[in-house]
């Protein structure tokens, strides 16, 4: 059974940082796309950034130059390093490992900015 987990959420002030990390299942972890997208109150799922099995990473607008993707082959593990937050980044932070036509998501781990 595919799992992905996540972890290293929680709350943060204004302008600091946190890095998520999300540990798949090696059965799918070196040949799947990962993915991390983030869901605010009463807004739709949205792509925060990703990055290809060869390591190829896309960002939205809206985190370019503050977040950045990784993943740690050897891990199994794919990162989400975020920095300089703000207020807007509060979200469910999600993991999403894909190949077509294959998804899995993980659970979701909070982010909170505020002072």
């Known amino acids: 059974q595919v799992q992905l987990v996540e972890s290293g959420g929680g709350l943060v002030q204004p302008g600091g940082s946190l890095r998520l990390s999300c540990t798949a299942s090696p059965s799918i972890f070196s040949t799947y796309a990962m993915g991390w997208y983030r869901q605010a109150p009463g807004k739709q799922r949205e792509l925060a950034a990703t990055?290809?099995?060869?390591?190829?990473?896309t960002y939205a607008d809206s985190v370019k130059g503050r977040f950045t993707i990784s993943r740690d082959n050897a891990k199994n593990t794919v990162y989400l390093q975020m920095n300089s937050l703000k207020p807007e980044d509060t979200a469910v932070y999600y993991c999403k490992a894909y190949r077509f036509p294959t998804t899995f998501w993980g659970q979701g781990t909070q982010v909170s900015v505020s002072s």
């Open positions: 990055i290809t099995s060869g390591g190829s990473t």
